[in-house]
């Protein structure tokens, strides 16, 4: 059984460190022994390590069940089913009780070993420390959409949000108390760190590739963190709908009376044809999908709002 140091002594500081989980048996382990590893050279801290496991159907938990009973610092959140790549993190983010809180991933595409950096920057004062992601061994194409998204989001948002963070980072649990009475049923942590308003330190890396498993996102993941982003922290794409729909009008009104006043002078040279009509009702009828799409986006956000639902529920907690 491995020593843990007691609650009792107040003078050590103790950092949590969460780890959202689905399907990662190749990986649990691994980047438990290297948060292990982090703290046996940090002989002033104490740590928890929390993972919240979203149902995974492999061995993920098995291994979870392992590791908690050798390891008392290791615990353990099972969630009855699978609540998404934004609640769960979320969730076991406010279940965590130390001074300082540090959200990794279990793929290792976060390195463990910047979390020294993190305490380091913490200890000078700072509330928030991120994880910046400034160049990736991903696929190249994949990266360039994503730094493409963070520009757009930064631009149009109300709220200055960082760039290039995926939520990997330090948290003070005076932050921790706050995420937690935010009553937010489906969560933007990205953004809610900058409503907050702390100032932020930034620690920039380079993302290594998955050396093992495969990506647990896919489209329809990234899709959503996308639009969430846009739906919780800007109006913009509303006003654009108006925007656009005024300046579309505007020409297709300027665009009518150019044919109109050509087929007066011309009567008997000029044939409008029916294939201006059919171009302009696919063009207009694309815009409104588009938009109706955008309206409907924002409403779903409201309806997940007033719904009230649970970040998550609980199957099992070990060694809480």
Known sequence: MTETITKSDSNIKMISVVTPCFNEEENVELVYEQVKRIFETLKKYRYEHIFIDNASTDKTVTILRSLAQKDKNVKVILNV?????????????????????????????????????????????????????????????????????????????????VKNNTGFGLYDKCVIKILRQIDEPYPYLRGLISEIGFESAMIEYTQ??????????????????????????????????????????????????????????????????????????????????????ILGEYIGNIYTQILKRPLVIEKERLNF
């Open 81 to 161: 089913r699978n609540f998404g790549h934004i609640r769960s993190p979320y969730y076991g983010l406010i279940q965590s009780q130390g001074d300082a809180s540090v959200l990794l991933a279990a793929d290792l595409q976060d390195p463990p070993v910047l979390i020294v950096n993190f305490i380091r920057k913490w200890e000078e004062g700072y509330k928030v420390v991120l994880g910046i992601k400034t160049d990736s061994e991903e696929s190249r194409a994949m990266f360039t959409i994503r730094r493409a998204y963070y520009k757009l989001i930064t631009a149009i948002a109300e709220t200055k949000l």
């Open 208 to 293: 290594p590739k998955r050396i093992r498993g495969i990506s647990k996102n896919n489209f329809y993941t990234l899709y959503d963190i996308a639009m969430l982003g846009i739906t919780n922290h800007s109006k913009v794409p509303l006003r654009l709908a108006t925007f656009i729909g005024l300046g579309v009008a505007c020409l297709s009104l300027l665009i009518a009376i150019g044919y109109l006043v050509a087929k007066l002078i011309f009567w008997n040279y000029f044939s409008i044809g029916i294939a201006p009509l059919i171009f302009g009702i696919f063009f207009f009828a694309s815009v409104q999908l588009f938009f109706l799409g």
